[in-house]
């Protein structure tokens, strides 16, 4: 059966990482909600405001416009035989709303937990950087870029941050996390659906682990 892989975790976990890997090798779209609502950074319009200022504060977008969002963007026709959830469901809300999409499409949902422990996730979000021209995760503590600051596919563009990768915005994106959306392992654990990963490894070896993991799924 074609599969909904929902990537789960704190901010800086990896579901990101590991979500590009699966696009890569599983040939399944990476559908990130919060890369999405970033690429309406350049929008002059007063809902891209409203999206900017709640992820710059690190707290979620309502529930109503991200399902729109979700829903639309799973209707196309690259989802048809599944796709990679990154960032989403975040609420309960969105939770609900994934178990009706999954019937209506006829895909099975499998939740995976990339477990991290808070300790690592301040140096994960703060060491990150991105390319901007094809989105490339790198890390200047752990997945330092071949030259200083510069994309190793890409050697014109320089890395970029996140601003909401602050140390003060961390705190409160895993504040967020852990009041809204850590109740939701819970939900998925009941049933019977969740698979938790330990994150703290290789992301080549955790990659394994969660292919392993949605292969044995039928
Ligand atoms: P979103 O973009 O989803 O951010 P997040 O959940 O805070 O997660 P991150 O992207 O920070 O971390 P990640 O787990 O993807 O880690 P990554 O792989 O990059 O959401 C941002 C905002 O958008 C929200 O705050 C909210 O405002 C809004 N939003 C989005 N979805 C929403 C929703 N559904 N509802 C409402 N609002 C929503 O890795 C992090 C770093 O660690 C990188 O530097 C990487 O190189 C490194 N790393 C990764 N794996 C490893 C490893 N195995 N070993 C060493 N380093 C590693
Ligand atoms: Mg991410």
Same mark, same amino acid.
């Given at each position: 059966?074609?599969?909904?892989?929902?990537?789960?975790?704190?901010?800086?976990?990896?579901?990101?990482?590991?979500?590009?890997?699966?696009?890569?090798?599983?040939?399944?779209?990476?559908?990130?909600?919060?890369?999405?609502?970033?690429?309406?950074?350049?929008?002059?319009?007063?809902?891209?405001?409203?999206?900017?200022?709640?992820? @710059?504060?690190?707290?979620?977008?309502?529930? !109503? %416009?991200?399902? /729109?969002?979700?829903?639309? *963007?799973?209707?196309?026709?690259? &989802?048809?035989?599944?796709?990679?959830?990154?960032?989403?469901?975040?609420?309960?809300?969105?939770?609900?709303?994934?178990?009706?999409?999954?019937?209506?499409?006829?895909?099975?949902?499998? @939740?995976?937990?990339?477990?991290?422990?808070? !300790? %690592?996730?301040? /140096?994960?979000?703060?060491? *990150?950087?991105?390319?901007?021209? &094809?989105?490339?995760?790198?890390?200047?503590?752990?997945?330092?870029?071949?030259?200083?600051?510069?994309?190793?596919?890409?050697?014109?563009?320089?890395?970029?941050?996140?601003?909401?990768?602050?140390?003060?915005?961390?705190?409160?994106?895993?504040?967020?996390?852990?009041?809204?959306?850590?109740?939701?392992?819970?939900?998925?654990?009941?049933?019977?659906?969740?698979?938790?990963?330990?994150?703290?490894?290789?992301?080549?070896?955790?990659?394994?682990?969660?292919?392993?993991?949605?292969?044995?799924?039928?």
């Amino acid at each position: 059966m074609s599969k909904i892989i929902v990537l789960m975790g704190a901010p800086g976990a990896g579901k990101g990482t590991q979500a590009r890997l699966l696009q890569d090798r599983l040939h399944l779209p990476q559908i990130s909600t919060g890369d999405m609502f970033r690429a309406l950074a350049n929008e002059k319009t007063a809902l891209a405001e409203e999206v900017q200022n709640l992820q @710059a504060a690190g707290k979620l977008i309502s529930d !109503e %416009l991200v399902i /729109k969002v979700v829903r639309e *963007r799973t209707a196309r026709e690259d &989802c048809r035989n599944g796709y990679i959830l990154d960032g989403f469901p975040r609420t309960t809300v969105q939770a609900e709303m994934l178990e009706g999409l999954a019937l209506d499409q006829g895909h099975q949902i499998v @939740a995976i937990f990339v477990d991290v422990p808070f !300790e %690592l996730l301040e /140096k994960r979000a703060t060491g *990150r950087r991105i390319c901007p021209v &094809c989105g490339e995760i790198y890390n200047i503590y752990f997945r330092p870029p071949a030259a200083d600051n510069v994309c190793d596919h890409h050697p014109d563009a320089t890395l970029v941050q996140r601003p909401d990768d602050t140390s003060e915005k961390i705190r409160v994106r895993v504040e967020t996390y852990e009041q809204q959306t850590k109740p939701l392992l819970d939900y998925y654990e009941k049933a019977g659906r969740l698979h938790r990963v330990d994150g703290t490894g290789d992301k080549e070896a955790i990659y394994r682990y969660i292919e392993k993991i949605v292969n044995s799924e039928s």
